[in-house]
Structure formats: structure tokens, C-alpha cells
């Protein structure tokens, strides 16, 4: 396993040609599984299950078409986006599983700040209770997302990943219906009070990434 911090803010589209190159010689067995770290400039993407009209102000930032799974999201300063490129056929050819993991991995990192994340049905992501909010016009407690998900596989060679937010400009997610959901917010680290750096992320998730993943 190589992981592999990016200084700076890295071009989107450059890093879509790094990580194919990537998961190509990782597919041939010429290089290792690789957890890239990068964060990007303000822009959005659209994943493969995208509706314009959740693009609600095209010409703010750059829009991407991606072939990764999911809808609109957003990448900018402040957010660490952990790009993943793992070996999925060895570690048991079960995309769902590999899913959880992820999630899994997102909510164990998280808790190293005492952070509860939670996974909830036909919600993807990773999503926290917020008590300091007004409760939903049904009752419960209104949550914000945390952390977004969006895989692609190649040979069974994941890329793509995931994003937590450390410290974004929580407003540049306003161009878009983050994940096609408008019943709830987003929120950041900074956002509930703590004040976690980017480093602090990068610790918890290389320390929380061997509770949840076994090395191939």
C-alpha cells in the first residue's frame, strides 16, 4: 500500500489521468494499491446518476462530467479528498461490501475526533445528527452531510473515493443539490466546533484505515 499526500491544489482533470494510469499498472501488477490525498480547486462534479437541475448555478465553478457513481458534489480548498485505489477482485469481488467499507472507514476516522457519523438508507454518504438545529418538520433531528462517496471500478480496480470536510466555504455548496438530497444541510469539522486540521485528518485516516481494511 502507497499513500501519497498531494501538495497544493490539484487540477481535477489531471488527477482523473493520474488515477487511471494508476489503476492500470496496479491491474497489471506493475505497481501497488495507492490512497492518493489531494484537495482541488472550487468546482463541482457530476457523477453518473447526475440531474441537471440539480446544477442550480452552472456558471459558479467548473462542472465535471465524471463516470464515477453518484450525482452533483462538490470539491474544493478545505476538504480532503482521499482518492482510492484498491484491489477489490483480491479483496473479495463484492462492490456493496467495498462500499461499507468505505463508509466505515469515513465514520471511524471521524470518531478519532469524537465525531458519531452514521449511514442512512437512500442517503449515501456519511451524515451527523445536529441537536443545535431545529427539529424536521416530522420530528427528528436534523442532520448534515459530512462526507461523500462516489467509486468507479476498472478491472475491479477501484478510483475515485471519497470526501470529508474539514474546513470548505460550506456556501460554494449552494451551486448544487449536493447528492440530489434537499431536506438536509452540510456541514465540516470547523463547522461543529472543532477545530481539526487537515493533517489531523490525514492521521485518522491512515490510522483508522487497517481497522477496516485488510491489506492486500
Not at 494499491?33 to 442550480?56: F, M, N, Q
Not at 466505515?104 to 442517503?123: C, K, P
Not at 438545529?133 to 477501484?158: C, F, H, N, Y
Not at 474539514?166 to 463547522?191: A, K
Request: charged share 25%; net charge negative; with cysteine.
Amino acid at each position: 500500500m502507497e499513500w501519497i499526500t498531494a501538495p497544493g491544489l490539484t487540477e481535477y482533470r489531471a488527477a482523473e489521468v493520474w488515477m487511471e494510469d494508476r489503476v492500470a499498472q496496479i491491474a497489471a501488477g506493475t505497481s501497488p494499491e495507492c490512497i492518493w490525498l489531494v484537495e482541488h480547486p472550487p468546482l463541482y462534479t457530476a457523477g453518473t446518476s447526475a440531474k441537471r437541475e440539480d446544477l442550480t448555478d452552472p456558471d459558479r465553478f467548473a462542472v465535471f462530467d465524471t463516470k464515477r457513481g453518484g450525482q452533483y458534489t462538490y470539491h474544493g480548498p478545505g476538504q480532503r479528498v482521499a482518492y482510492t485505489m484498491l484491489d477489490v477482485g483480491k479483496r473479495g469481488h463484492d462492490v456493496r461490501l467495498f462500499v461499507q467499507q468505505l463508509e466505515a472507514w469515513v465514520i471511524a476516522a471521524l470518531s478519532e475526533f469524537n465525531v458519531d457519523g452514521h449511514i442512512r438508507d437512500g442517503r449515501v454518504g456519511v451524515w451527523v445528527e445536529r441537536p443545535d438545529k431545529p427539529l424536521m418538520a416530522d420530528g427528528t433531528l436534523a442532520e448534515d452531510k459530512i462526507a461523500a462517496i462516489g467509486i468507479r471500478l476498472r478491472k475491479w480496480v477501484s478510483f475515485h473515493g471519497l470526501s470529508i470536510n474539514v474546513e470548505p466555504d460550506l456556501d460554494h455548496f449552494s451551486g448544487i443539490v449536493p447528492c440530489g438530497i434537499t431536506q438536509h444541510g452540510v456541514t465540516s469539522l470547523v463547522d461543529l466546533g472543532l477545530p481539526v486540521s487537515m493533517d489531523d485528518v490525514d492521521v485518522a485516516l491512515r490510522r483508522s484505515f487497517d481497522q477496516v481494511f485488510k491489506t492486500a
